[in-house]
């Protein structure tokens, strides 16, 4: 579905990714996993047209998609839950997930807000709020619920769980679980290996603009020092 080759980009004249490849398939969840400042978000804003790909290749379903707007990118099928969530805080949960709605591949069984909150039963309790006075977990979801309103193909959640409370983490897992179980293909990026043994089928881990190593759940059991290696100061 998603497949990215020696992909290098930057900011202006500072290059922060030198070869970056990874691949998802149809229904996978695949995790991206680094210490802070190693080139994830910068890996997800190229490959949403948001910063452009400097070389290398970005595939999705089959066509490239380097030099395309952010606009076009979405339209392809790839949704972002950014880091730090930016939900429209004047505007109610309601309001948040109408404003997303759109079935731009005619998926067969869309999103409704309906089902949004059959998956976050916590934001149906707080569908007149706005944004801004929501906890950072209803955020949260209101984040995922917005992205998903839009029926991505892909969906990819950047530190979905940073700063949250442990029981407020579980409840968005459980959430990737069960999109997992739907065939929902998902990227996640997150420090938290061991709960998404669980849940990703493949990970990767970026380190200094570079994937430096991949494996399956139990090839990270297996290699569970260097991964701490990997992941710590
Ligand atoms: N807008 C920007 N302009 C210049 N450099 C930036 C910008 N945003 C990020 N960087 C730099 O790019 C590098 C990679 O940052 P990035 O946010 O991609 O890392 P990350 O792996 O996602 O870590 P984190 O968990 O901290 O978000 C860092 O050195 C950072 O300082």
């Known amino acids: 579905m998603l497949k990215v080759q020696n992909l290098t980009s930057g900011y202006d004249r500072s290059q922060i990714l030198f070869d970056i490849s990874f691949e998802v398939g149809a229904g996978e969840v695949v995790c991206l996993m680094g210490r ?21 290749a970005v595939e999705f379903e089959g066509r490239q998609l380097n030099g395309m707007s952010a606009a076009r990118v979405a339209k392809r099928g790839l949704g972002l839950v950014p880091e730090g969530r930016q ?14 709605a ?31 006075l929501l906890s950072g977990g209803e955020q949260q979801m209101l984040a995922i619920g917005r992205a998903l309103m839009t029926n991505p193909s892909l969906l990819i959640l950047d530190e979905a769980t940073e700063g949250l409370a442990p029981v407020i983490r579980d409840q968005i897992w459980d959430c990737i679980a ?32 570079r994937t430096v190593w991949s494996g399956d759940p139990d090839r990270v059991r297996a290699e569970d020092d260097r991964i701490k290696g990997y992941l710590t100061v």
Request: glycine share 12%.
């Open 36 to 56: 802070n400042g190693m080139g994830k978000t910068t890996t997800v804003r190229a490959l949403m047209g948001l910063l452009p790909a400097w070389d290398g």
């Open 87 to 100: 939900i429209f805080p004047n505007l109610t949960v309601h309001e948040n997930l109408r404003v997303a």
């Open 102 to 132: 759109a079935n731009r591949r005619g998926q067969p069984d869309p999103w409704t807000v309906e089902r949004i909150y059959e998956l976050f039963p916590g934001l149906h309790e707080r569908i007149g709020s706005h944004g801004n």
């Open 178 to 209: 069960r999109l997992r179980g739907l065939g929902q293909s998902i990227v996640v990026i997150d420090k938290h290996v061991k709960r998404l043994l669980d849940v990703a089928d493949r990970f990767y881990v970026v380190e200094k603009g």
